[in-house]
């Protein structure tokens, strides 16, 4: 059984030889590459915005604009969605040689209602830590008044006990 070693480590591994002894003497990382790159052979862009649709290339089935009802768009679309669907089992009974515009149609719907609710992430995200941050302040303010509670009562003894539990459970979060 034959085996056959690692293969030896790139030829820039030298630039970091005294790196242990002297930090400094290492060279600096790349500046972060900023704007838009190729990779792949596809194009990517460091901005973290959400394309709109036409840049895309689909076809936009809401109102343009900031002021859009999201709400009021995703039940018109998710009306439009079923109905689509009904037509599509129709075309596959009636017409099945003519099933790809419906289907084109769909993915057009889904499509629009995804770029909905993924224009809703960045304030589904500012609420999720608005509750957390809730949360926490809520648990330690719950955890305060056992320990006054337990101070009133002149226990001090089970107040350093649980004095004790509340920061170790608080150095955990």
């Known amino acids: 059984m034959a085996s056959s070693t690692y ?14 002894d002297n930090p400094d003497s290492a060279p600096a990382p790349p500046p ?15 901005d973290d915005m959400l394309p709109s649709l036409e840049e895309q290339g689909v076809r936009q089935l809401y109102p343009k604009g900031s002021s859009v009802d999201y709400k009021k768009e995703l039940k018109s679309l998710n009306r439009e969605l079923l109905f689509q669907m009904l037509e599509l089992a129709d075309v596959l009974v009636e ?8 289907v084109e149609d769909l993915s057009l719907i889904f499509k629009n209602m995804y770029h909905l609710l993924n224009s809703l992430r960045p304030y589904q995200a500012r609420a999720t830590l ?3 941050l809730e949360l926490q302040i809520q648990r ?6 056992d320990i006054r509670k337990l ?19 608080l150095d955990g979060i």
């Not at 900023?34 to 052979?41: A, D, K, S």
Request: aromatic share 14%; charged share 30%.
């Open 7 to 20: 293969p030896p480590p790139p030829p820039f591994y030298r630039l970091y030889k005294d790196y242990p």
């Open 32 to 46: 972060p590459i900023e704007g838009p790159y190729m990779l792949y052979g596809a194009s990517y862009t460091t």
């Open 95 to 102: 017409r099945p040689s003519q099933y790809a515009r419906r």
């Open 130 to 132: 608005i509750h957390i």
């Open 140 to 145: 330690r303010k719950q955890a305060i008044e």
């Open 151 to 169: 101070f009133h009562c002149r226990r001090r003894e089970e107040a350093r006990q649980l004095l004790r539990e509340s920061l170790s459970t």
